[in-house]
DNA sequence: ACCACAAATGTTAGCGTTAACAAACAGCGA
DNA sequence: TCGCTGTTTGTTAACGCTAACATTTGTGGT
């Protein structure tokens, strides 16, 4: 393990110092499925082909081996009080030797509750939904339950219906949508659904009946552009998400009210996310060169930042000397984007938990807070003062 | 709808043409959870509070609204043959009116099938895994079958025997882990489950018990190492990932020996996958100006490439011109890194696919192929001949 | 009209758990 | 010793579904 402090060692070699001879590894093999543990239960140890498994023991072979009534063995499972702690002992044994697990099937069946959350995450698997997966993921195992996914296509509607039916069908205790389109959010809020339901991103007016959690989309905007002025930045250039996604329409809308709070009159110029159309935008910039002044661009996410950069690099435009960049979400990379990204941040991991609370306390019949999170504005490179 | 193409749209004022109106949006507003929609079995439409909701329908419900037996009912929504097409008509009506769904946990009670595929994600949540895992889940959602996640921090193999733990319990038919460190595989293999599990990654040696399914890691740095020494490269300097890291280890291992066939000798530097690591060889190299040749870097993954670009780049040393560098993984933003970076793709999705495959011809008792999926290169910007 | 036979539908018995209640057992004062 | 508490354990009945079998209904040949 040397990788520790993730240093570059060199090596000796022809023209380098040290090299490290690589270690050599063996051959693929084949796999080779083990079985259960439950001994008691007398079953085979088939090494390959791996025999249909036998039954799982039940509470009621449990509480025959401990010499006592199933109950019992459930009111230890359970953690009832009240159970002497020698049969309790005596259960525990057996339920080890047995290797059981309860059956979740039956519990489900006769207390009504899944323990399951459902989370259909929609549309791209970039650094924001899936940061956000994770922390709900997370804080729904913290409250024990147990998180059901479902993927779909963004504007595939079938598929979303189909996603919901899987987790009704499942019985899930409520469901987590991550999603930020809007024709997304208008099928949900006409759906009809007898579990809490959640979605995760930026709120769209005009649909009253969503409950959704985001970042705030809005104040990250503010934060970057007001970054930007405070730079003394005058000719601000927005790199807006496109118009179906309703966080790139939030974020627009943060920037023009600070441009406009301060005098300023930006331009909006329409990207789709990727990379290609910052970089579009960066090859139009250093066309039209402008020897007049400072540019700055707020991109409305890192990708996009990172087209514009490369596209300014490639042309010889100097950032930040000549033109101030501004990027949001503040990927892993933007750091070492060239020069490193000024950017917005976005707690994804404490989005996600904020969530798991919120739709839990729907769950229980409480009211869910759905206060937005606050961003914070990651300084690095790309952004200098306009009068540089 | 305009940001179509993603072309840059320019506006007009001030300095620029063109500019767009920011269009204005509304206010957030408080959720609003909506009832289910079986109007038959009467239940209460709570708005806000969410009132503990009504049972829903069960089959013997639907069965007594259209004058059948329960079973009739179970047979045409197990898609039965030999049920009359009136009969099953009135049935569907019945069904659609109650909004009645199925009990899972009833029917997995009962069949011993609970059509739930379990995926513990190990690690970090970088594109790589995500990418597998969206495929894994679409993967297993065409063969009907539902997908359960559990994350776990790398390292912590109490948090693993928990995902585990709560994979049995919920009876999952099949359990798929995807991990790249030893540590966890060499748990993995010390496991007894009585149920497939496969993991999604390199295979390391050693652990014959272990069903493992990535993609072919070591052919993948063959082929960048390859494309270095076809472009006419003979000073290669592999940057690999940690060595816990499986495939980290495997890129490595071909690397090496494909410059070995070509009576090659590589200088080995390790690196720990965040761009900060090739950022520091970036500046190790720089540091040494060596102005008697080209130089070529195999940096075992993308975000390592990034940093390394990046160092190079402030160092105003040209890449390709005086070191070519080739990545792993083939991120989105990959091709848009400063410059472009040749890369090895993996082909993440059908990963996952294939995973899924494998993994139920485990669960129906035939053999699994477990046949690694071959990467391929993509060509771009930052590799240069060597005679350049 | 009647029987034979197939097609369509109905009945019954679990699956493994928890909830609700019932019983047995201990301890203790009279 | 008896009855009265409480504590600990046992019994029974769902939960909603499918599998296996039983029964009814329909169809065609005679």
């Given at each position: 393990?040397l ?12 023209w ?7 270690q ?6 084949y796999p ?11 079953e ?6 791996m025999?249909?498994r036998n ?16 109950q ?15 049969t ?20 489900t ?15 791209s ?9 994770a ?16 993927t ?9 219906e ?16 991550i999603?930020?389109?809007e024709?997304?959010?208008r ?5 009809s ?35 930007l ?14 118009e ?7 974020r ?10 301060a ?9 789709d ?11 139009e910039?250093a ?19 990172l087209?514009?950069?490369s596209?300014l690099h ?6 930040p000397?000549?033109v ?21 941040r ?6 996600g ?6 739709v839990?306390?729907?769950v ?21 003062s306009?009068?540089?």
């Amino acid at each position: 393990m040397l990788e520790g402090r993730g240093g570059a060692r060199a090596a000796e070699p022809p023209w380098w110092p040290g090299a490290v001879p690589a270690q050599s590894r063996r051959v693929l093999r084949y796999p080779e499925v083990l079985q259960g543990v439950h001994s008691g239960a007398g079953e085979h140890r088939g090494l390959n082909g791996m025999e249909k498994r036998n039954r799982r023991p039940s509470m009621a072979e449990v509480a025959q081996h401990a010499g006592v009534s199933h109950q019992t063995v459930s009111r230890v499972i359970n953690g009832f009080a009240g159970v002497r702690p020698q049969t309790k002992e005596r259960i525990e044994a057996a339920i080890a030797e047995l290797g059981y697990r309860r059956n979740n099937a039956a519990r489900t069946l006769v207390t009504r509750r899944s323990g399951l959350l459902g989370v259909i995450a929609a549309g791209s698997f970039l650094y924001g939904p899936t940061s956000t997966l994770a922390g709900i993921e997370e804080a729904a195992r913290h409250r024990s339950y147990t998180t059901l996914l479902a993927t779909i296509r963004e504007g595939a509607q079938q598929e979303f219906e189909n996603a919901i039916g899987v987790c009704l069908d499942r019985a899930v205790e409520a469901i987590v949508v991550i999603a930020a389109q809007e024709d997304v959010m208008r099928y949900l809020s006409s759906l009809s659904v007898d579990v809490p339901v959640i979605v995760v991103g930026p709120d769209p007016h005009e649909l009253p009946s969503l409950a959704t959690m985001s970042v705030d989309q809005n104040e990250g905007a503010r934060l970057a552009v007001r970054h930007l002025l405070e730079l003394g930045h005058r000719r601000i250039v927005l790199l807006s998400g496109p118009e179906r996604w309703v966080d790139a329409a939030q974020r627009t809308k943060g920037a023009v009210e600070e441009c406009a709070a301060a005098g300023v009159d930006p331009v909006v110029v329409h990207g789709d996310w990727t990379p290609a159309s910052g970089y579009r935008l960066g090859r139009e910039i250093a066309e039209r060169a402008e020897p007049e002044g400072a540019l700055a661009v707020f991109a409305a996410n890192d990708a996009m930042a990172l087209g514009l950069l490369s596209a300014l690099h490639e042309a010889r435009v100097e950032v930040p000397g000549r033109v101030s960049v501004v990027g949001f979400d503040d990927i892993p990379e933007a750091e070492f984007f060239t020069p490193s990204l000024t950017t917005v941040r976005q707690d994804f991991t404490e989005l996600g938990h904020r969530v798991v609370e919120a739709v839990m306390a729907e769950v229980d019949g409480q009211e869910a807070d759905l206060t937005p999170v606050p961003p914070t504005l990651s300084r690095r490179g790309s952004t200098a003062s306009a009068c540089g």
